[in-house]
């Protein structure tokens, strides 16, 4: 298989590309390196089943492959609203341009979506079919409405154009390589709790979140992609839930850390609680997380550790 991964200098396309090349797939890597980086794919440089890329998936391309993962989109609220015009035209033209290649060369396509599509839910846990609570004008609104119009095209082109799709609705997942400046809450608060600063939760800490752990998530791609009775949305993520609160605490005493929490304001529309209901991916893909929250956490630690030489 001849596989393209846009956003592969990422946390989760650098994964994957390892996962991809372990098999023997040839693996071009496309990326912009905006919170990307070549640190997370340097060792696959000399691999020769290995290709990188720095291009921006907005512009046009073309390229001859079989497979397309389509992951490019900042992922962080801190990064995706640093350009908001930016986060959406990459959204939406960039699955333009993943559709229309895939279109060209007769590629399945998989889309990188994300539970940000049921915004603020009023439905818990979240099953695909709900079709979400989304503030269309609000601050995240760039990267929920950009996910949600390219789940839309790819629906479209599947419908219209008889394009081979598969989208995947990803809920909050952490470990190694997630950028010490990415700003999402596991990163935050073990980056924090190892330079000894104090852990800032938003708002009460009550808000809820259920975290995956990489290693699971990417095992729920491969699956979704390597069959072909389902193309989706299915959403994948780990059920278990836990508040911000307790994801701080348990860092705390992970780390062993001398830092305390303090209170910082609630960002706007941040979601109150989010829980993935995975009974499809249950049953379509055989597929359930097996890394519990504080297994996944010390691995994370021991690579910051290291990368902060701490
Ligand atoms: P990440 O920020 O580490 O990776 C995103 C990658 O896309 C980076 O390498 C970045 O440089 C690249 N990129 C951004 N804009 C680009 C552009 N215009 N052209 C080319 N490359 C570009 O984040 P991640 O957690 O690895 O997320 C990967 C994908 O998964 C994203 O699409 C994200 O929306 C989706 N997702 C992730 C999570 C999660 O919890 N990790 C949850 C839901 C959805
Ligand atoms: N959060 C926090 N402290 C931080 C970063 C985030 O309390 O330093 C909270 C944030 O308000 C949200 C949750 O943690 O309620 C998850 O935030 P993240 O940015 O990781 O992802 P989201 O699920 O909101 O996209």
Redesign the pocket.
């Known amino acids: 298989m001849r596989v393209l991964i846009?956003?592969?200098?990422?946390?989760?396309?650098s994964h994957l590309a390892d996962r991809l090349t372990d098999r023997g797939d040839e693996v071009i890597c496309?990326?912009?390196?905006?919170?990307?980086s070549k640190r997370n794919i340097a060792h696959l440089r000399e691999h020769p089943n290995f290709e990188f890329m720095r291009?921006?998936?907005?512009d046009p391309f073309k390229v001859e492959v079989d497979r397309i993962y389509n992951?490019?989109?900042?992922?962080?609220p801190v990064?995706y609203q640093y350009n908001a015009i930016?986060t959406i035209k990459?959204s939406v033209v960039?699955a333009i341009n993943c559709l229309g290649l895939a279109k060209r060369v007769n590629a399945r396509v998989f889309q990188?979506?994300?539970?940000?599509i049921y915004g603020d839910p009023d439905l818990h846990p979240q099953p695909e079919s709900y079709w979400g609570n989304v503030n269309p004008i609000g601050i995240r609104s760039c990267y929920d409405e950009g996910?949600r119009c390219a789940e839309t095209l790819f629906f479209d082109y599947h419908r219209q154009n008889g394009v081979d799709i598969r989208i995947a609705r990803?809920?909050?997942?952490?470990g190694p390589r997630?950028?010490p400046e990415?700003g999402?809450v596991v990163s935050n608060f073990i980056v924090q709790s190892l330079k000894g600063e104090d852990l800032t939760v938003f708002g009460d800490g009550t808000q809820t979140r259920s975290f995956c752990y990489f290693s699971d998530l990417i095992d729920g791609f491969v699956r979704l992609m390597d069959q072909d009775a389902t193309v989706g949305p299915v959403n994948l993520g780990n059920p278990g839930e836990f508040t911000m609160l307790e994801l701080a605490e348990n860092v705390i005493k992970l780390t062993g850390t001398k830092s305390k929490i303090i209170f910082k304001p609630l960002p706007q529309d941040d979601p109150k609680q989010r829980r993935p209901d995975i009974e499809t991916a249950k049953s379509e893909l055989n597929w359930e997380p097996t890394v519990p929250l504080e297994e996944g956490l010390k691995e994370t630690i021991g690579y910051f550790r290291e990368l902060l030489e701490l």
């Open positions: 846009t956003g592969g200098a990422g946390f989760l396309g496309m990326d912009n390196l905006f919170t990307g291009h921006d998936v907005i992951l490019a989109c900042p992922a962080s990064h930016k990459t960039g990188a979506s994300t539970s940000e996910k990803i809920f909050n997942t952490y997630m950028s990415d999402r």
